[in-house]
């Protein structure tokens, strides 16, 4: 049983628009297939987990790369949506050939991509699956069959949303399927296992890990939330906002799953993908509010203002017993320092700081980065 380490990303808002579009289909006169990375090798503009839904009548949404395999992927797509047959297809750029599809285009790695067509009467297709993941506030388990003898098993798959005690996956062995399952969620990394399942056949199984929708808690209520809002939005980020309602602006009110007083800050739900940023200018404010949050253990608190504003409030009675400078958690002043001026800009530098600390980065500039741009995968046998 061989196993391989490799990074992951599903795009939440790419997911969305592909459901969306799905939900828009006339199936009685269209049919769909879905393009998934499923693994990759050195470089590549996508990783694994990315998609693409592509109609019969040639339309399509999301993306496999940066545009250099859209179009011979969008072949193979219509190709399985009318054989009604999955299959696997290994773009290989790393070679330096002319005739090569991707060379020259700055992908200069290999990507295979599974190609499944959907079938609207099942209520278990990939769609569907994932309409489930979408909505879940923990992250959870997707197994799929990305390589089979049995080409019709390619592309099927297996959510596990909770604990289990018993797994029945195409005959493989219940106990390594769980122990594959529980090793995963405690590493948060995505594997490709290979099993012989109890018939003898081979199966090489991509067991992602997919984490929830970032969670954004916006402290404030004047006119740079809105900026916030935009590029949170633009990010696919569920947006909070802790505020005074009468002087939210109506975008906000608009764009935001849910808005709450100063007063209601605890009944903000928190998860291990949610960053909290205090914005409300308002000193007495984020001294209250602050220690309501650290309580609730968010990877990521970010304070708006300058540093001796958090040294001031070191001082406070509320704060005895806690270092503030020493919190890895808490990021004061907020921000990556680009030399940010306007309300857009300040919300740029936040929002990278939240994507760089979550990704576990520096925010450097990536010239000065040893190694690849994206982790490496690691063999191990």
């Known amino acids: 049983m061989a196993k391989v380490e490799l990074s992951i990303t599903l795009d939440m808002k790419e997911i969305r628009r592909i459901i969306e579009v799905y939900d828009n289909t006339n ?22 987990g990315a998609r693409m839904l592509v109609k019969s009548t ?6 496999i ?16 949506i009318f054989k009604n047959t999955p299959s696997k297809v290994v773009y290989d750029t790393m070679d330096d050939d002319k005739n090569q599809i991707g060379v020259g285009l700055g ?3 290999r990507i295979e991509v599974l190609f499944t067509p959907i079938d609207p009467n099942d209520p278990n297709n990939e769609i569907e699956i994932l309409r489930k993941v979408v909505d879940l506030d923990k992250p959870s388990i997707l197994l799929k069959v990305i390589d089979a003898k049995q080409k019709q098993l390619l592309g099927s798959n297996l959510l596990i949303e909770q604990e289990f005690e018993e797994l029945d996956f195409h005959g ?16 948060r990394k995505p594997r490709i296992m290979d099993f012989l399942t109890e018939s003898g056949d081979a199966l090489s199984i991509l067991v992602e890990f997919i984490k929830p929708e970032t969670r954004l808690v916006i402290v404030g209520d ?10 949170a939005k633009e990010l696919g980020w569920e947006v909070h906002i802790v505020c005074r309602m009468k002087k939210l602006s109506k975008t906000a009110f608009k764009l935001a799953k849910r808005v709450v007083e100063y007063e209601q800050a605890d009944s903000v739900p928190i998860h291990d993908y949610t960053a909290v940023v205090l914005m409300s200018h308002d000193y007495n404010w984020d001294k209250t509010l602050l220690p309501i949050f650290l309580a609730e253990k968010p990877p990521y608190i970010g304070m708006l203002g300058p540093k001796k504003r958090r040294e001031k409030m070191q001082g406070e009675p509320e704060f005895q017993d806690i270092n503030l400078a020493e919190l890895v958690n808490l990021h004061s002043p907020v921000g990556l320092d680009i030399g940010a001026e306007s309300p857009e800009e300040i919300a740029l530098s936040i929002a990278a700081e939240i994507v760089a600390s979550f990704r576990n980065r520096s925010g450097a500039p990536l010239k000065y980065r040893d190694g690849t741009i994206h982790e490496r995968e690691a063999m191990v046998v």
């Open 172 to 187: 493989i062995n219940t106990m390594q399927l769980q122990d594959l399952v529980r090793e995963t969620k405690q590493n």
């Open 27 to 48: 199936h009685a006169t269209e049919k769909v297939a879905l393009a998934s990375v499923v693994k990759v090798e050195e470089s590549s503009y996508r990783r694994i």
């Open 107 to 109: 992908c200069n790695g």
């Open 65 to 80: 790369s940066g545009g250099c395999l859209e179009g011979d992927a969008l072949k193979h797509s219509q190709m399985a």
């Open 58 to 63: 040639g339309i399509w949404v999301g993306g």
């Open 222 to 231: 004047n006119y740079d939330v809105n900026a916030f809002m935009g590029i």
